[in-house]
């Protein structure tokens, strides 16, 4: 390993490790913290899960909702295992509790800025550091996996490594193993399934769907979890909408002014919408690209995210990591002139985690019983200006996506290959494309 990458991975390291223990979202890392708890003692984590005692650093949920997981189980799993190490060594301290809680986010973090590297080191790429940096150092990721505790950069390791892997059983494996740690990968399990024949294409697909699916009806089965509450809690998050950057949160901001009314089709047709508009973007994205190559099937996947942040009724922000990590492959290989875009991404979206946020006042809930308490205060005073902020960082979110999708669709191939087959990206291959 070249010494500025090591010196690189190193720093972006320890700047994370410096945040790990005193800070944490007040709703989903105090939210970690109970779970990790209470699944070692068989509360089923699809249910409510309460206070946790000698762990938790917040009493009251109520206002982020019921408190319960909607993940698949690796993360509520996974959680369980890290108690059942701290409670190993005596539960000295709950510090070092929430210090164990970020080191799976925080290592993924930095793997997958490795892993990228690697990846476009491997092609020829000269700015193959340069994304490493541009990954290891974002405010916004730094923020969302080492202060906040979000663990999307985990699954963004699997996707990397179903890139990395050859076309059929490896790639869907690789894409199952990643919907089965966070769920939203799922929207590239059609893509990352073919195989160089419709048989092993139906085979990864079965593959890639079947592994998380496989895996939660064996976690039920083991732990005894309740399959009825399991499914409804999951069923529960596909139509969720009207929170942070979806186009839909432009809406719901003006009927809040009364400039619109709030229209029950449009909230039914944002729930819905995204899974017939992603399978539609798959097809148009091999329509448009193919598959035959490095860069087109890069940029099918790019198509499919940016689509399903468009049709998504709820965009969060950390569903922007799943772009911006492929956006950093295509900067990197083909389109350097899109660095400006990704900047302008980032940018967005940690700015509207501040707004939203407030300045980051609630990550200090670990050690500061008086954060949520202050942020309130702070909220009443400012509220109309921080909603109208929230919206204009919305409008240009969807901006973005907007640009990305027309500019994608500019470079369109006007002529469908011949004959289809899929990149293996396992091979030391150096094709280079202009811009």
């Not at 989903?28 to 708890?37: I, Q, S």
């Not at 982020?64 to 060594?89: D, E, S």
């Not at 990954?135 to 663990?151: D, E, R």
């Not at 996506?401 to 002529?415: D, G, I, M, Q, T």
């Amino acid at each position: 390993m070249k010494t500025a990458v090591r010196n690189a991975i190193v720093v972006g390291l320890l700047i994370r490790e410096v945040f790990s223990f005193w800070t944490g979202h007040p709703y989903d890392f105090e939210l970690w913290v109970r779970t990790g708890y209470w699944v070692v003692r068989g509360l089923d984590p699809y249910g409510v899960v309460p206070f946790a005692p000698g762990v938790s650093f917040v009493a009251d949920l109520s206002a982020g909702g019921a408190p319960t997981v909607a993940y698949l189980p690796f993360w509520p799993l996974l959680l369980g295992g890290i108690y059942i190490v701290y409670a190993a060594l005596g539960a000295p301290s709950p510090l070092l509790y929430y210090f164990m809680l970020k080191q799976p986010i925080i290592i993924g973090d930095v793997a997958f800025a490795y892993l990228l590297y690697r990846f476009l080191e491997k092609r020829g790429s000269g700015k193959a550091t340069l994304a490493m940096k541009l990954w290891l150092f974002s405010p916004f990721n730094i923020v969302l996996s080492a202060i906040w505790g979000m663990f999307d950069s985990i699954a963004m390791v699997f996707l990397i490594l179903a890139l990395e892997s050859k076309a059929g059983g490896a790639r869907a494996a690789w894409s199952g193993v990643a919907t089965f740690v966070k769920s939203i990968p799922v929207i590239f399990a059609v893509p990352l399934a073919i195989g160089p024949t419709r048989a092993r294409s139906v085979a990864g697909l079965a593959m890639s769907i079947g592994i998380p699916s496989g895996l939660t009806l064996l976690t039920i089965a083991a732990t005894g979890w309740s399959p009825q509450v399991v499914i409804t809690t999951l069923q529960s998050t596909i139509a969720k909408g009207g929170l942070t950057l979806s186009p839909e949160e432009i809406l719901f901001y003006l009927n809040s002014l009364g400039v619109t009314r709030e229209f029950l089709a449009v909230e039914i047709f944002y729930g819905y919408a995204w899974i017939p508009s992603c399978l539609i973007a798959v097809v148009g994205a091999r329509r448009w690209f193919g598959f035959d190559s490095e860069r087109g099937f890069v940029q099918s996947l790019i198509l499919v995210v940016v689509v399903f942040l468009l049709m998504r009724g709820q965009v969060n922000v950390q569903y922007s990591i799943y772009l911006l990590g492929l956006m950093l492959i295509d900067v990197g290989m083909w389109s350097p002139n899109r660095l400006r875009l990704f900047v302008a991404y980032v940018t967005v979206v940690f700015l509207a985690t501040i707004v939203n946020d407030v300045l980051g006042i609630r990550f200090l809930a670990p050690v500061f019983l008086g954060a949520i308490p202050l942020e309130a205060s702070i909220i009443r005073a400012i509220n109309p200006y921080r909603d109208a902020g929230l919206l204009l960082l919305a409008i240009c979110f969807v901006g973005l996506n907007l640009v990305y999708a027309v500019s994608l669709f500019k470079e369109r191939r006007s002529v469908r290959p011949a004959r289809f087959q899929v990149p293996d990206f396992s091979r030391d291959r150096r094709e280079r494309e202009p811009s």
